[in-house]
């Protein structure tokens, strides 16, 4: 499957998609091409201008590399089920791909449409991620998928506040 045919099978939930990618170690890289991808239409859609755009791409990696790990961790530490059986790569990966249709985001240019674009892409990436950790945890329970995914968001939005406060003090 191509680079392109795989963000299509992401974009669309297809779980042999993310099977692909879970197994493929090679796919890291092509995750992280999703990711850039997603975060610069992201950026055009919004108007941001290069700055915003490289400040936002930097932001997004981050993000990702951090959700896609506490994912991880919860999903085989805390919560794994029988079958579970995956490494932070597979997250990493699945996790990467289920960003897929923040690509369409770059239609934010479109006047009128920016805030439903926005809207629409950010429900359908975060149904797409719960997709892709069920498939890369070999998890039966779609629920528990949704789980760990609210789960890892939380503790990264309580890192992201830390840091945040953190940061503001020393400056």
Do not use: H, K
Not at 12 to 39: F, P
Not at 157 to 166: D, P, Q, T
């Amino acid at each position: 499957m191509t680079f392109v045919e795989r963000m299509i099978g992401a974009a669309r939930l297809n779980t042999n998609t993310y099977e692909e990618v879970e197994a493929d170690r090679g796919a890291t890289g092509q995750a992280l091409g999703v990711v850039v991808l997603a975060s610069v239409a992201s950026g055009i859609g919004m108007g941001q201008g290069l700055r915003g755009l490289v400040i936002g791409t930097v932001l997004s990696l981050i993000g990702w590399a951090i959700w896609a790990w506490l994912i991880y961790f919860i999903g085989t530490r805390w919560l794994p089920e029988p079958d579970t059986n995956a490494d932070a790569g597979q997250l990493l990966r699945t996790v990467g791909f289920a960003m897929s249709p923040g690509v369409l985001r770059v239609l934010g240019i479109v006047p009128l449409l920016g805030e439903l674009v926005f809207v629409v892409t950010a429900i359908w990436t975060l149904i797409a991620v719960v997709v892709a950790v069920r498939q890369a945890l070999d998890y039966r329970s779609t629920g528990r998928a949704v789980g760990v995914c609210i789960i890892g968001w939380l503790v990264q939005l309580a890192i992201l506040v830390v840091v945040g406060g953190l940061a503001r003090r020393a400056g």
